[in-house]
Each structure stands twice: as C-alpha cells, then as structure tokens.
C-alpha cells in the first residue's frame, strides 16, 4: 500500500443544520481558535511549527483518502492523564488519534483535543461501535452520543468494533453506511474481521470501507488478512504495535536498532509502517509520544525486514 509525504485535509469543522442545535460547541471552539491565533506573530509560529509537522508526517492511502501513519491509541488511557496525553501528542506533531465507545474516554480525548490548540480540521479522529450496538437504531444513537462526548460535529472514521454474529451484518452495514451518508462520519470502516467477514461487508456495502484495525505486531503473522485488505485498496490499521511492551525488550528487534540508532520499540513500529501499515501505539507517558513518533528517519534493509518477519512464526497474540 503507498505511503506518501502530503498535506493536512482541508478544513471541515462546519456543522450540518440538522446537527447545528446539537454541536452548537463546536462552532464557539472555532471562534474561540481564531480569536487565539489572531495576532500576526502567532500567526506566523503556528504555520512555521505546521511545515515542519508536515515534512515530518507520513500518510496511508486507501480508498481515496489518507490516514496519518501514525496515530495515538487511547486504549486504557483515563481522566486527566488521557486528556493530557493527547494534548501533548498533538503538540508534538501527531495528527490521528484512535479512540472507542467502549474506551470510556471519548469526553478526554476531545479535551485533549480542545486544549492542544491544533486546528480540528488537521486531526484526524477514529471512534469505533461496540457490537451491542450494531442494531441499526442503536448503531445511530451510539455514533450520536460519541460526537457529543467529543464535543465534534463528525469524526474522520466510524468503525465496528468488532465482528457481532448476533445481529445481520447487512443490518449493521446498512446502519454503518446511513451514517456517513448524513455526515456524522467522514469515512467507515471494520476492526478484527476476518478475510471472509471483510469480503461480505465490502459485498454489501454502498460507501467504502475504508481500514481493517486488527492485531498487528513482530509476533503476530497477519499476512493474509493484509493481502486481502491491499488488493481491495483498504488500508490496515496496526493495534498493539509493540505487543503492549514486548517488542521493546525484543533481543533481534534491539540488535537491530542498534544499527540505525533507534530502540527496539521504534524498530517494531518502523517494521509495520514499512508494511504499509497505520500504526496507533497506546503510551500514557509523555516522554515516550516522541519516541514513539521518530520513526521516519530512518528505513530498515530488505535482510532486516525479514528477520523480523520469523518472529511472527509462533503466532502469538498478546489480547
């Protein structure tokens, strides 16, 4: 799947009329942004510090769009801390940010959002429905109550949490359609679904689909569910990139960092970007965002790559 250097979206915070009593807050942040970036110095410090973002930034295309290769995952991340972290990571440059109904901070993550200052039409924001909620009705009331949680008129992409056997896929699909349809998302897509379950969706869907958030780590071989994911133009999005830790105490993935300067948990995410993969590693320490971040300087060897694809023979998952 092509990774290309491109600049940000452009700018969608406007709010539908159906939608406009509802999401009211979201044109007073507007406003509220423009009054704090007036001035002609900050003006000029906020698009210096934004080409230099850009360079940084790489995107993965699928489907006519481009996600941000990298993303913070907000798995696990509560209250202050959540808030805090995604400020922080915008501040440093990411511009995707991977959230869930079932996560329970959606409110945090719009905070963060809020409080980063970064313009709302530079971010892109995931937010995924829990299985339970895929009845048609349930889906529409769930995706509504996540905007107001955020505190956003839409978000960048809806996905379905995971797979509900329970409930028509066609149903579920339908519903998943409808609400991009009337724009409460700008694109759809799945998570954890399988060759066979992604080729029905995609047969009984009217918009794209646009990414397949799974599993994805050194340990765990994927190969099969990317290789369908890329001959249809779907992006994969990499959860759990480091193995929630493992990779980073990885004996071949240090060795080979080693080599370029970088840790063994850049080389994990680096091996996956490569890949063609979105990755959204989770961190609740500051510290670890720009770590996590630095992984477009450097490239691994064809060798390199291929050792570190043995590691996925035992198969493990670390869910």
Same mark, same amino acid.
């Given at each position: 799947?092509?990774?290309?250097? &491109? ?18 807050? &979201? ?34 295309? =699928? ?25 922080? =990571? ?18 945090? &993550? ?12 530079? &971010? ?81 869907? @009217? ?68 890949e063609g993969a979105v990755v959204i590693?989770? @961190? ?5 965002? =720009? ?29």
């Amino acid at each position: 799947m092509p990774i290309s250097i &491109v600049l940000p979206v452009t700018d969608r915070i406007g709010t539908s009329v159906e939608n406009k009593k509802t999401y009211e807050s &979201v044109k007073v942040w507007s406003v509220a942004l423009q009054a704090r970036n007036s001035s002609p110095q900050s003006y000029i410090t906020r698009r210096s510090r934004e080409r230099r973002i850009d360079k940084r930034m790489q995107y993965v295309e =699928a489907n006519g769009t481009r996600i941000p290769a990298i993303g913070l995952g907000a798995w696990d991340l509560r209250g202050r801390i959540c808030s805090r972290i995604v400020e922080q =990571a915008l501040r440093q440059g990411y511009r995707h940010v991977d959230t869930a109904e079932m996560y329970e901070n959606e409110r945090e &993550v719009g905070e963060g959002l809020r409080a980063s200052g970064v313009k709302r039409s530079d &971010v892109f924001i995931t937010t995924k429905i829990w299985p339970t909620h895929f009845a048609p009705r349930d889906l529409e009331r769930s995706t509504k109550d996540s905007l107001v949680r955020l505190r956003l008129s839409d978000v960048d992409l809806l996905l379905l949490h995971w797979p509900n056997p329970r409930i028509p896929l066609s149903e579920t699909i339908g519903a998943l359609c409808k609400m991009k349809k009337t724009g409460f998302t700008r694109h759809i897509g799945v998570s954890n679904f399988t060759v066979p379950l992604l080729t029905e969706a995609l047969a009984l869907s @009217t918009e794209p689909l646009i990414t397949n958030q799974i599993e994805w780590h050194p340990y765990r071989d994927q190969s099969e569910i990317v290789a369908a994911c890329r001959k249809r133009g779907i992006a994969v999005t990499a959860y759990s990139p480091i193995a929630r830790g493992k990779a980073a105490t990885d004996k071949v993935l240090s060795t080979i960092g080693m080599a370029h300067g970088k840790t063994a948990g850049q080389v994990s995410l680096r091996f996956l970007v490569q890949e063609g993969a979105v990755v959204i590693p989770r @961190t609740s320490k500051v510290e670890r965002l =720009a770590e996590n971040f630095a992984i477009f300087d450097f490239a691994l060897t064809k060798g390199e790559m291929a050792d570190i694809r043995k590691l996925g023979a035992a198969q493990h998952s670390v869910l």
